[in-house]
């Protein structure tokens, strides 16, 4: 009797092919909502910060789809060794991906906050900031897609460019605060928009150990530079 195990084993990569294939379209909508929310903040534009904080959705509905493919495919096909590492990688890249839309709907909503500033050294520092982690994204999604251990583990020896150029900012932002009292709430804003990027690339950090796990099979179990000593604020 003929054996099915070839056409099993095909159709198990093909899923496994539309797995990754989802990840890399929540990426891009992630990265999107990146885009505009600096030039949300870029342009002092109420109406796009609207249309940012509603379009979250979407990458809701990507993780909740990345999900139940996933486990339909733990359910249904039990992958073991890397099968296995790919899924639970698909499962915790959708996470984070997810909370990096929050974050940028999150700057995008306070940014309509901080319309009222003038133009100060603490503003000047965010759009660096945004790009900077927007980069990594964009770099770690790239090292997912090639299952590039190395690549990943240069992100990950290298977040702490990000701590300290928030730890900077958020020094700047006190200072601004400071010299205009009256204008105190909106720093506040500010401040917590600069958390909120500098989550995000916290965000693709772990990414970035995801994929070196995946890639190599081992985990990254040293604790990666970190320069930021600022305050806090809970977003």
């Not at 890639?215 to 977003?235: F, M, N, V």
Request: glycine share 4%.
């Amino acid at each position: 009797m003929k054996t099915s195990a070839p056409h099993i084993v095909s159709a198990f990569e093909d899923a496994l092919k539309r797995l990754k294939s989802a990840i890399v379209q929540m990426a891009g909508s992630a990265e999107t909502q990146i885009d505009q929310a600096l030039t949300c903040l870029a342009q002092r534009n109420p109406e796009l910060a609207r249309e940012i904080v509603e379009s979250d959705a979407r990458l809701d509905s990507f993780e909740h789809d990345i999900e139940a493919h996933c486990m339909r495919l733990l359910a249904l096909r039990q992958p073991v060794a890397d099968d296995l590492r790919e899924v639970i990688a698909a499962l915790k890249i959708a996470g984070n991906l997810e909370r990096i839309g929050d974050h940028a709907a999150n700057t995008a909503k306070r940014a309509v906050a901080i319309f009222s500033l003038a133009d100060s050294a603490s503003l000047a520092g965010l759009p660096q900031l945004g790009r900077l982690v927007r980069e990594r994204l964009s770099a770690v999604i790239d090292a997912y897609v090639d299952t590039d251990g190395e690549a990943a583990l240069r992100i990950w020896s290298t977040d702490d460019e990000v701590d300290a150029l928030y730890t900077s900012l958020v020094a700047e932002v006190e200072r601004s605060a400071l010299a205009a009292p009256d204008q105190f709430a909106a720093h506040m804003h500010l401040m917590m928009i600069a958390k909120n990027l500098e989550r995000i690339g916290d965000h693709a950090t772990n990414i970035a150990e995801v994929v070196y796990f995946v890639s190599t099979g081992q985990a990254l179990t040293d604790q990666r530079p970190k320069a930021d000593h600022s305050y806090d604020p809970a977003d």
